[in-house]
Nanobody, 117 residues
């Protein structure tokens, strides 16, 4: 029953923008920390940004600070990642994550973001 479904990925030129969405179901969304991770081929998955159940920022990776913004809409059970000023090094599969206060995690299937001219 638990699902995290990412959408919004695709091909974008350097300097462009993209907004990712993650639709959640099957658990109490408003009780979970929501995060975005990303993973490039041959590299480890890394945390991009995290958000408390009420929308407070937990962490933002230095590499995306000032360019990416995470937000959530608890009424829609959805978390977003607004990505601006995209760079080729942002190319990766982006994953949605839900984590409760004990550290238990759910993962989405990922959505591909490719930044290239």
């Amino acid at each position: 029953q638990v699902q995290l479904v990412e959408s919004g990925g695709g091909l974008v030129q350097p300097g462009g923008s993209l907004r990712l969405s993650c639709a959640a179901s099957g658990f109490t969304f408003s009780m979970y920390v929501m995060s975005w991770y990303r993973q490039a081929p041959g590299k480890e998955r890394e945390l991009v940004a995290g958000l408390t159940p009420t929308g407070g920022s937990i962490s933002v990776a230095d590499s995306v600070k000032g360019r990416f913004t995470i937000s959530r809409d608890n009424a829609k059970n959805t978390v977003y990642l607004q990505m601006n000023s995209l760079k080729p090094e942002d190319t990766a599969v982006y994953y949605c994550n839900a984590q409760n206060y004990n550290g238990f995690k759910y993962w989405g299937q990922g959505t591909q973001v490719t930044v290239s001219s």
